[in-house]
């Protein structure tokens, strides 16, 4: 190991929502191009339970509940990142890896940095994969969220949240997701999408107590040793100029949606008996897609399809295409006929157009579980 490549390890625990992304952002410039030498960085932290936190491209109006965000003292945020909104907090484990960024399209670059988490979880006994649009999965389930982020400067932020352990009933009051909150077994469905270290162990585990075990992974990946450091005073001052100046800054946080998002449901026929579909649409694009029916667990074409349905466009070809692919061409898992489910899907999503029309400040979902409207549009 004497050999090897030094990565500073840092270790945080209560962070709150402004403080735990604005340091991510001043590790940044210890891999700008300028640095000399680089210094990369892994982040191993939890934040105060809770902080609710949305993505890059998100409305914290649409995505939180903020009413019951401050009834219950829930921190509100908004990452450098992309994805959908978390709550994070002592049970979840917030990983950060800083490194220069090495010449690599985004999707491979965002599969490559996950493997330490992989590694890690793998280590707890827990075999994830890469799956979806940016998610770790266990038999389908989702066990973290990814996200990236490149500055200006060549430095490359890779972002992850890890479920040791996940309170889904308040994961439910505080992010607005009204399809869990209305439907018949809404905390159900969720679990049925996520899954957590404690529930693929069987024992008992907090971000912090996982947090050993990822560390090894990305030694394991990454080929490095990890020593562990501070921020230095240039890091400090940076981030605190970074919480008043966007964190915290209530123009980063609540910034003009460029367009309304709006929500739509539809029904067809499965083997398992009506299922109902939920499209989340924002502007012509699928936001988000959700089956929910009267079976145990989600056929697996209709969980594949969730996941290749997001960020495709709301047309006919697109919706067509994601079927197909869903079942690679050759089956119907899932549904009696691939017509209906693409009628239903282009149904949902012709609602959930005319919905942001006539309700432009609608709330619209969450990483876990797509919003519906507040009655059936039959």
Known sequence: MADTVAF????????DAAAGLAVDEALMAGCARDADPPRPTLRLYTYRSHSALVGRYQSLAGELDLDRCRETGTGVGRRPTGGGAIVMGRDQLGVALIVPA?????????????????????????????GGKNDLLVNGRKIAGLGMYTDGSGAVLFHASVLADLDIDFMLQVLNIPAAKLARHGASAVAQRVTTVTRETGQRHSGAGIRS?????????????LERGELTSAETAE??????????????????????????????RSPDGPVRVFVAAQ????????????FTAPPDALTRLESTLRWQRLD??????????????????????????????LTAGARALEHATA??????????FPDTPSRDAE
């Open 8 to 15: 500073r390890l840092l270790v945080d625990d209560d962070v």
């Open 316 to 345: 006919p070809a697109a919706v067509e295409r994601a079927v197909r692919e869903s079942t690679g061409g050759t089956g119907t898992d899932g549904w009696h006929s691939p017509a209906e489910v693409v009628t239903a899907v």
């Open 359 to 368: 309700h432009p400040h609608r709330a619209t979902g969450s990483c876990y």
């Open 213 to 225: 075990a990822i560390a090894d992974g990305f030694t394991e990946t990454l080929g490095v040793r």
């Open 102 to 130: 090495p010449p690599r399209p985004p999707r491979q670059l965002l599969r490559e940095l996950s493997a330490g988490v992989l590694a890690g979880l793998a280590g707890l006994g827990v075999p994830a994969e890469f």
């Open 283 to 294: 502007g012509s694009l699928i936001k988000s897609v959700l089956f929910t029916g009267d």
């Open 239 to 268: 981030a605190e100029r970074l919480i008043h100046t966007r964190y915290a800054d209530p123009e980063w946080l609540y910034p003009k949606a460029a367009a309304p998002d709006g929500t739509g449901t539809a029904r067809f």
